[in-house]
């Protein structure tokens, strides 16, 4: 039997994503729109695709809230 090919999922499981998702761990700084007026925030991108992409940090922001990034 051969191996699953590379960032296939495991037998039984199904992805309900509708495009694929790369990992890309990458460092973030995160503003909240306008820069002036929020603090910088570290964080981590865990995946990307063409429709977002899945980041962490230190802080929550709210739904809606336009975002910049500084990708390291």
């Not at 499981?13 to 002036?36: G, K, T, W």
Request: no cysteine; charged share 25%; aromatic share 8%.
């Amino acid at each position: 039997m051969n191996p699953a090919p590379k960032g296939s999922h495991p037998v039984g499981s199904e992805e309900r994503r509708a495009v694929r998702r790369y990992e890309l761990p990458l460092s973030i700084v995160v503003f909240a729109n306008p820069p002036q007026q929020s603090e910088p925030r570290r964080g981590k991108i865990r995946d990307i695709s063409t429709r977002g992409i899945y980041f962490v940090t230190e802080r929550t922001y709210p739904a809606g809230v336009e975002l910049e990034f500084i990708l390291a």
